[in-house]
């Protein structure tokens, strides 16, 4: 054991809601959690008080007072939560104080009285540590309620009076005076389509394309900003800039969206807040005192481009002063649903500036830069040259052999009506004045490479005239792979780079084809994400997108939000049983059985509903053939009745398991019936118990039941070892599709074949995810040939399993669902061969874990972290040991 140092427990990082002092929150029981600062072998927490308040004083006050906070014992255990005491911090706080609870949890639900809407609330933890003397107090943490409920808005929903075929993007603004001195100010925007606030001449805040996604006609989200220091004392000015976004979808493709249930032109909602210095509310709701004109935007479509043609500026239109008698009267419109909520994820943002590693001038009007690497997002143009000089921005992963950009491997579902909405591509209409900057605010696409056409050659481009910015929800970064092995470390970082490219507030398969919240994609990548970004938030909006989908009779849309397509096409169990398998994961790495809990109903519609299908004509109760099957094989693939079997035995299994965790006894046996019953249906089916082989021995037919635990347990090691010769037959390469990526590294190095597993994983020739990489990719592909002919995305996380890998099959850190959120740790290492070092580390709820090794004159030195309040059970090929919160070192004898 090392690292002994201070001697004091500390609460660190606390979180509401997962999220650092948030603005805007409408959930009455909002969840508080904190880590530990502890560096003591052991260190862990023996209690804790909550306080809470709306005073910041008051909530910091004395630690005599809460120190004799009346004790209340509780469950430990994240999440747990014990009776609520009136301890010592009603005098401390003037809210709430749990009082002083022997338990170990480090996540609780906020269970004073009701919170009130547009109010600040400061929250203390007081922690005792393992040896039960009280931690040291740092400051108080803070969030804001919103709304809190449909109630309370004033504002009225607003747009222009134009159909939904208009082009151009509508600008509204409106004066406000502030006559006394303003305290603090808030925003509340709530919007149908995308939009952009300005006060007084600047982009309040920096986020990009909100409101997020969602079924427009169920739910809509609205955003919280605190606009203090954006208002001045006498006249403002408040601008609205509104764009298509899915709400209004122009562009046509073969999903519809253009035919959404809910289309319409733009609109918003918008109530400002003033609190002013003498404690004064005011409170001024967007109404009939706002105007509207067109925008600069000529052309918007989140899924092709923007269009704008920079001679239509109104300099000046968010300012105070502008004169706009010339602007027109807005309309009211109904509220484009009931259910306006608050968006409490991380913002898509311009995560990243890069710049191009080269361009080449193929003529005096044509330049391609190349960004060295794919992402999804946008490009800005510094531009300067003479009025009406057009240029077109062509956006794609490729170039033909004559150097022009290539879009055929993305534009293949593209539909369009005439040519006056290109894919991907941007058209910027210059207004000859100086130096211009564009930069498309409405959409995003997936690219590399941009060419740029020019209808002048008046307009000259140099190397520095353009650069990509990389955007996605932005979401923390809580874990990281490095090693000596060079593609290992390049396989980790094309993975994050596709998960983030398909993050926007959904999870989407890629960010230029489609970019369709597949369900499939996203639960194959749930893992890969969680282990490496802080997503909960994200994960929890979708699944409110689930339930806003899913039919009367538990039936599900393949792809989420949907405007009414996927809800006849592969929205079987092996995709769509997102339903269960994310909150289920959610729970595993963070401890929250939150999600499981209001996804609870849905998972047992779904359930129930493959079950009554099942019944229904397909072979034998208990099997179902609902679904795509394996789906981008390499040249193999089963029946898809095995495939979706396996994942109708998964949700069976977690919503027997949820049953359980929520106290639904008769559910709970109901299911785990229903499980066993698929189970031996499956086996008696496909199992060869002479041979040891599933089905015709195909690898997915021989990972998928070892990984999803349909295995009898007398017959494992077999069918391991028949998936074992199978792999070695194939020459030590996959020959899976999707389904099979999930299954096929984890069901081999969990079952005695961690060298195998590390072979495949890291092959540079075909088919392998090395072949891409050594052939250049920075992305995930859709396809396993570099040259196939369809399927050909280059930015798909479809295949992102081999991210989670390496956390799972190499660095071995795994959740224990008897104790998740990592508070017990499996530490179960694999030192692949010939891997001289290796390091991962999690950033779990209770702190980094790391486990990491490096060889020194042929031994092994292995290293682990285990964060303050968890524990570990380390297997090393030589050793098993138990291990509390501490550093380890472990040598090879
Ligand atoms: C998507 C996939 C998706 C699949 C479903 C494709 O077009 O890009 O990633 O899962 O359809 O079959």
């Not at 094989?633 to 035995?649: A, C, D, H, I, L």
């Not at 074992?724 to 999707?738: E, F, K």
Request: charged share 20%.
């Amino acid at each position: 054991m090392t690292g002994m140092g201070q001697e004091v427990c500390r609460p660190v990082g606390l979180r509401c809601e997962y999220l650092e002092n948030p603005l805007g929150i409408d959930e009455v029981h909002p969840r508080l959690g904190w880590k530990l600062e502890d560096r003591r072998q052991g260190a862990a927490q023996s209690a804790y008080e909550l306080v809470v308040g709306t005073d910041s004083a008051l909530v910091e006050k004395g630690d005599d007072d809460v120190a004799a906070g009346r004790v209340c014992s509780a469950a430990a255990g994240r999440g747990g939560s014990g009776a609520g005491g009136k301890g010592s911090g009603l005098e401390a706080g003037d809210v709430w104080s749990s009082g002083k609870r022997v338990s170990a949890a480090q996540l609780v639900s906020y269970e004073g009285p009701a919170l009130r809407p547009w109010t600040r609330y400061y929250w203390r933890v007081i922690v005792w540590d393992k040896d039960g003397k009280r931690g040291a107090l740092p400051g108080a943490a803070r969030f804001e309620t919103g709304m809190m409920g449909m109630a309370n808005w004033r504002g009225a929903w607003i747009s222009d009076s134009r159909d939904i075929r208009t082009g151009p993007a509508a600008y509204f603004r409106r004066a406000i005076r502030t006559g006394k001195k303003v305290r603090s100010a808030r925003a509340y925007i709530a919007a149908a389509g995308l939009y952009e606030l300005y006060i007084n001449g600047a982009k309040v805040g920096d986020h990009r394309l909100d409101p997020m996604y969602t079924r427009f006609d169920r739910r809509n989200l609205y955003v919280t900003y605190d606009i203090t220091g954006y208002l001045q004392q006498g006249d403002n000015a408040v601008g609205v800039l509104l764009g298509n976004g899915w709400y209004n979808m122009q562009s046509t493709a073969v999903w519809y969206f253009h035919e959404a249930p809910w289309r319409g032109r733009p609109c918003f909602c918008m109530d400002i807040r003033i609190t002013y210095d003498d404690g004064s509310v005011e409170t001024i709701g967007s109404g009939k005192d706002w105007k509207t004109s067109l925008s600069p935007i000529v052309f918007n479509s989140i899924y092709t481009g923007e269009h704008v043609d920079d001679r239509r500026q109104q300099a000046g239109w968010d300012r105070a002063g502008f004169n706009d008698s010339a602007w027109k009267e807005v309309i009211f419109r109904s509220a484009p649903s009931e259910n306006v909520v608050a968006q409490v994820l991380p913002p898509v943002r311009d995560v990243e500036r890069i710049s191009p590693v080269s361009v080449k001038r193929l003529s005096d009007t044509v330049w391609v830069y190349d960004l060295g690497r794919n992402i999804a997002g946008v490009s800005e143009l510094h531009v300067q040259g003479p009025a009406g000089a057009r240029l077109r921005l062509v956006h794609g992963e490729r170039l033909y052999p004559n150097g022009h950009v290539d879009q055929s491997n993305i534009s293949v579902h593209y539909r369009p009506v005439g040519d006056g909405d290109p894919f991907q591509t941007d058209i910027y209409i210059l207004s000859g004045k100086g130096e211009e900057v564009f930069k498309p605010l409405m959409g995003y696409k997936g690219f590399q490479y941009v060419e740029v056409v020019s209808s002048s050659p008046g307009v000259v481009l140099g190397a520095n005239s353009l650069t990509g910015w990389f955007m996605h929800s932005d979401v923390g970064s809580v874990g990281r792979i490095e090693s000596s092995d060079t593609l290992v470390n390049r396989l980790w970082s094309a993975t994050n780079n596709s998960y983030l490219s398909n993050l926007m507030g959904y999870p989407t398969d890629c960010p230029q084809r489609e970019k369709n919240g597949w369900t499939g994609d996203a639960h194959i990548a749930v893992e890969t994400g969680l282990y490496n970004f802080n997503g909960i938030n994200v994960y929890e909006k979708w699944m409110a997108d689930h339930r806003d989908e899913q039919q009367p009779n538990g039936v599900l849309p393949s792809i989420v939000p949907t405007g009414g397509w996927g809800y006849e096409w592969g929205n079987g169990p092996d995709w769509t049983s997102t339903i269960a398998l994310i909150p289920w994961n959610i729970y595993l790495f963070y401890g929250d059985s939150r999600l499981l809990g209001t996804c609870y109903d849905n998972i047992r519609r779904y359930v129930d509903r493959i079950d009554e299908r099942g019944d229904n004509g397909v072979s034998s109760p208990g099997l179902t053939d609902w679904g795509l099957g394996d789906w981008i094989p390499v040249t193999t693939k089963p029946p898809v009745e095995f495939t979706s079997t396996v994942y109708f035995y998964a949700d069976a299994s977690i919503l027997s398991r949820a049953a359980g965790l929520l106290g639904k006894k008769e559910d709970e046996k109901k299911y785990l019936a229903l499980a066993e019953k698929i189970k031996k249906a499956f086996n008696a089916k496909y199992l060869d118990t002479m041979k040891g082989v599933y089905g015709s021995g195909l690898q997915t037919e021989l990972c998928m039941p070892l990984y999803w635990g349909l295995v009898p347990a007398d017959m494992k090691a077999r069918v391991a070892a028949s998936l074992a010769r199978r792999v070695q037959a194939d020459g030590n390469h996959l020959n899976v599709g999707l389904l099979g990526t999930k299954a096929l590294l984890s069901a081999l190095s969990e079952n005695g074949y961690a060298d195998l597993a590390y072979t495949v994983a890291t092959q540079r020739t075909y088919p392998s995810w090395g072949w891409w990489i050594v052939n250049g990719a920075t992305t995930l592909y859709e396809n396993w040939p570099i040259d196939a002919k369809s399927d050909v995305s280059m930015n798909h996380i479809m295949f992102g399993e081999i991210g989670a890998w390496l956390f799972k099959g190499l660095g071995g850190i795994l959740p224990d669902a008897g104790a998740p959120g990592f508070r017990h740790i499996l530490l179960r290492p694999h030192f692949g061969k010939g891997l001289e070092e290796f390091r991962a580390s999690h950033d779990c709820p209770y702190g980094e874990i790391v486990s990491s090794w490096k060889t020194v004159g042929g031994k092994i030195v292995y290293t682990a972290v285990v964060p303050p309040g968890a524990t570990a059970e380390l297997e090393l090929p030589w050793k098993k040991v138990g291990l509390t919160a501490g550093t380890y070192e472990f040598r090879q004898p």
